[in-house]
């Protein structure tokens, strides 16, 4: 695993989940369904949960969406999924908490946020109310500022104040200072309210990679809260996987985070569950935390004219991945293992014996054997149709044998 040593911060509890302190970075994610529809969103709430969602946000902005909530926390216990819960509320928190008791009460954790609790008010009566009903229910708060729905006071405070400097600061940087204040005035202010300081996960989103990094080195300066992190509104395929990726990792590698979340746009008809492949790829990738048997493979050249090894490294990947749900029960430890598949005699011997299981597959003009590499060694050569079943089957020995 990883050298990277994580910053300090308090660990909080959220239902199952520890969250901070000494405990493992935790992947969450959020559901888009409509959340008055109980079923769909418990069925997506499991989805996620199945693919390694550890906490899952659903969006509370309605009367029928929290009288939804129970029914949902119900549906998610018969089926005994026990992922905490996660209230998204903005505008009318205070309203809903207030009037549904039992969401208030089915829901692991509030999310504020303080840009719009109490929308361009010196008086914070309606964040004070959410902490309030949080604190009657034994619950922790994450205060979730973001860059596109900042406290109005706040901005405005700063703005004045940059009029007066000599050099005055750019926008965005005063946004940024918005943010980081929003944020860490809202934790002082829920701890006046007799909120402990172990209860509360602070955020401040943007939806840019370099101001991610700063908003974030200055609130881990700022104390010792449980941060989430996430870049906001990070986009769809390619260009949210590599935004999200680019921040996450410069934070996660200096020891800032305890919670991630990949806020990337689905494709129109895909599975909501991307996010969360994403977020787990990001943690493994640094060696901070395994989920999932990893594959190398090669990118391919022009001795390689065959797509056969990139036929063989995205089935044996879809394998892996399709067999973890049964495999977390019985050989919990799999999650370390490394698998090479590659596609000439360049690299692939040397590649494969880096591997706990390695194959290399013949190149275009070389002899057409796929030699087998286990813990370093040679252990048999395959050839012929059945090269990706036979190495199945010596996949799943290794895992008897050795998890």
Same mark, same amino acid.
């Given at each position: 695993?990883?050298?990277?040593?994580?910053?300090?911060?308090?660990?909080?509890?959220?239902?199952?989940?520890?969250?901070?302190?000494?405990?493992?970075?935790?992947?969450?994610?959020?559901?888009?369904?409509?959340? /008055?529809? /109980?079923?769909?969103?418990?069925?997506?709430?499991?989805?996620?949960?199945?693919?390694?969602?550890?906490?899952?946000?659903?969006?509370?902005?309605?009367?029928?969406?929290?009288?939804?909530?129970?029914?949902?926390?119900?549906?998610?216990?018969?089926?005994?999924?026990?992922?905490?819960?996660?209230?998204?509320?903005?505008?009318?928190?205070?309203?809903?908490?207030?009037?549904?008791?039992?969401?208030?009460?089915?829901?692991?954790?509030?999310?504020?946020?303080?840009?719009?609790?109490?929308?361009?008010?010196?008086?914070?009566?309606?964040?004070?109310?959410?902490?309030?009903?949080?604190?009657?229910?034994?619950?922790?708060?994450?205060?979730?500022?973001?860059?596109?729905?900042?406290?109005?006071?706040?901005?405005?405070?700063?703005?004045?104040?940059?009029?007066?400097?000599?050099?005055?600061? !750019?926008?965005?940087?005063?946004?940024?200072?918005?943010?980081?204040?929003?944020?860490?005035?809202?934790?002082?202010?829920?701890?006046?309210?007799?909120?402990?300081?172990?209860?509360?996960?602070?955020?401040?989103?943007?939806?840019?990679?370099?101001?991610?990094?700063?908003?974030?080195? /200055?609130?881990?300066?700022?104390?010792?809260?449980?941060?989430?992190?996430?870049?906001?509104?990070?986009?769809?395929?390619?260009?949210?996987?590599?935004?999200?990726?680019?921040?996450?990792?410069?934070?996660?590698?200096?020891?800032?985070?305890?919670?991630?979340?990949?806020?990337?746009?689905?494709?129109?008809?895909?599975?909501?569950?991307?996010?969360?492949?994403?977020?787990?790829?990001?943690?493994? !990738?640094?060696?901070?935390?395994?989920?999932?048997?990893?594959?190398?493979?090669?990118?391919?050249?022009?001795?390689?004219?065959?797509?056969?090894?990139?036929?063989?490294?995205?089935?044996?990947?879809?394998?892996?991945?399709?067999?973890?749900?049964?495999?977390?029960?019985?050989?919990?430890?799999?999650?370390?293992?490394?698998?090479?598949?590659?596609?000439?005699?360049?690299?692939?011997?040397?590649?494969?014996?880096?591997?706990?299981?390695?194959?290399?597959?013949?190149?275009? /003009?070389?002899?057409?054997?796929?030699?087998?590499?286990?813990?370093?060694?040679?252990?048999?050569?395959?050839?012929?149709?059945?090269?990706?079943?036979?190495?199945?089957?010596?996949?799943?020995?290794?895992?008897?044998?050795?998890?």
């Amino acid at each position: 695993m990883t050298d990277v040593l994580r910053r300090k911060t308090n660990a909080v509890t959220i239902g199952s989940v520890l969250l901070g302190g000494d405990n493992p970075v935790a992947v969450q994610s959020m559901t888009n369904t409509d959340t /008055a529809n /109980a079923q769909s969103t418990a069925q997506q709430v499991m989805e996620l949960a199945n693919a390694g969602s550890e906490l899952v946000r659903i969006t509370v902005n309605t009367e029928e969406a929290a009288r939804a909530v129970p029914k949902i926390a119900e549906i998610l216990e018969a089926q005994n999924c026990h992922v905490p819960l996660i209230g998204d509320f903005h505008y009318n928190g205070h309203l809903l908490l207030t009037k549904y008791p039992e969401c208030a009460k089915a829901l692991a954790k509030y999310r504020i946020n303080p840009g719009n609790s109490d929308i361009g008010k010196d008086e914070k009566n309606n964040f004070a109310t959410m902490i309030e009903i949080a604190l009657k229910n034994d619950k922790p708060v994450r205060i979730g500022a973001n860059w596109g729905s900042l406290d109005k006071v706040v901005v405005a405070k700063l703005m004045d104040e940059n009029l007066k400097r000599q050099n005055p600061l !750019s926008n965005d940087t005063i946004m940024e200072h918005a943010l980081v204040r929003s944020a860490l005035e809202s934790a002082e202010l829920a701890q006046k309210l007799g909120m402990p300081k172990n209860r509360l996960v602070l955020s401040a989103k943007v939806s840019n990679a370099q101001g991610l990094v700063r908003v974030y080195r /200055a609130l881990a300066e700022s104390g010792e809260y449980a941060l989430h992190l996430g870049l906001t509104e990070a986009g769809m395929g390619m260009k949210g996987i590599v935004s999200s990726s680019a921040a996450l990792a410069v934070l996660l590698q200096q020891g800032i985070g305890d919670t991630i979340r990949v806020s990337i746009t689905p494709q129109p008809g895909q599975p909501r569950t991307e996010e969360v492949y994403v977020a787990q790829q990001i943690l493994q !990738s640094l060696e901070i935390r395994n989920f999932t048997p990893q594959v190398t493979s090669c990118p391919g050249c022009g001795r390689t004219s065959s797509t056969f090894f990139q036929t063989m490294a995205e089935d044996i990947q879809s394998y892996l991945r399709e067999q973890m749900p049964i495999w977390k029960q019985t050989h919990p430890q799999v999650a370390e293992l490394k698998v090479a598949v590659m596609g000439c005699i360049v690299n692939g011997p040397g590649e494969s014996k880096h591997a706990n299981l390695g194959i290399s597959l013949p190149g275009t /003009a070389e002899d057409p054997k796929a030699p087998v590499y286990v813990d370093g060694r040679l252990v048999t050569t395959l050839q012929g149709p059945g090269i990706v079943p036979e190495f199945k089957k010596i996949l799943n020995q290794y895992v008897e044998t050795h998890y």
